[in-house]
Antibody
Framework: QVQLVESGGGVVQPGRSLRLSCAAS????????MHWVRQAPGKGLEWVAI????????FYADSVKGRFTISRDNSKNTLYLQMNSLRAEDTAVYYC??????????????WGQGTLVTVSS | QSVLTQPPSASGTPGQRVTISCSGS????????VNWYQQLPGTAPKLLIY???QRPSGVPDRFSGSKSGTSASLAISGLQSEDEADYYC???????????FGGGTKLTVL
């Protein structure tokens, strides 16, 4: 069965950096695009970034562009999110999700349980 | 302000049918497929409907999706207490080059 397990969250001061990881199992990781999605406390879902299966294509939400970097290591079945210049508004639960495809469209399929990032002095 | 517009709340009594709308534009819903997610309290989101109207295995057929033009809808028939959750629509936006979510609809079963 598909499993996605995020780690690396915690409390960090504004302006500092943090790297999240997402360990994948139960599917052929190297064949699928992967996403990061976040949810601020009491708020809705906000898409953060996507990386293609081979890592060659990446897209970001405007709110994180230039500060966050998505990457992957297909040999380790692991997805990463490097977060720099963190701000209070980046405080959220961060989820990873795999992309799946049907017809001409795609969708975020399985989601991890999330890891909480709190940016506070 | 979310790119996709959903009503913030919806409600119904057990056994009723409720619908949740999701309005977008030609660069997202009008140009691609729509997906729906269910988030039960304190849990991660779960895929409910993909490609406008496809149900993943394990999702009851009480849940159905549809799309027309730049809008989509999620319908839940035979409402049950365990359906009380937040529901989100999502689609790729080819103008923003980004995935966009609706603001979410909190469904209350009265």
């Amino acid at each position: 069965q598909v499993q996605l397990v995020e780690s690396g969250g915690g409390v960090v001061q504004p302006g500092r950096s943090l790297r999240l990881s997402c360990a994948a199992s139960g599917f052929t990781f190297s064949s699928y695009g992967m996403h990061w999605v976040r949810q601020a406390p009491g708020k809705g879902l906000e898409w953060v970034a996507i990386i293609s299966s081979d890592g060659s294509n990446k897209f970001y939400a405007d709110s994180v562009k230039g500060r966050f970097t998505i990457s992957r290591d297909n040999s380790k079945n692991t997805l990463y999110l490097q977060m720099n210049s963190l701000r209070a508004e980046d405080t959220a639960v961060y989820y990873c999700a795999n992309e799946n495809y049907y017809g001409s469209g795609s969708y975020l399929d399985y989601w991890g349980q999330g890891t909480l990032v709190t940016v506070s002095s | 302000q979310s790119v996709l517009t959903q009503p913030p709340s919806a409600s119904g009594t057990p056994g009723q049918r409720v619908t949740i709308s999701c309005s977008g534009s030609s660069s997202n819903i009008g140009g691609t497929t729509v997906n729906w997610y269910q988030q039960l309290p304190g849990t991660a989101p779960k895929l409910l409907i993909y490609s406008n109207n496809q149900r993943p295995s394990g999702v009851p057929d009480r849940f159905s999706g549809s799309k027309s033009g730049t809008s989509a809808s999620l319908a839940i028939s035979g409402l049950q207490s365990e359906d009380e959750a937040d529901y989100y629509c999502a689609a790729w936006d080819n103008s923003l080059n980004a995935w966009v979510f609706g603001g979410g609809t909190k469904l209350t079963v009265l």
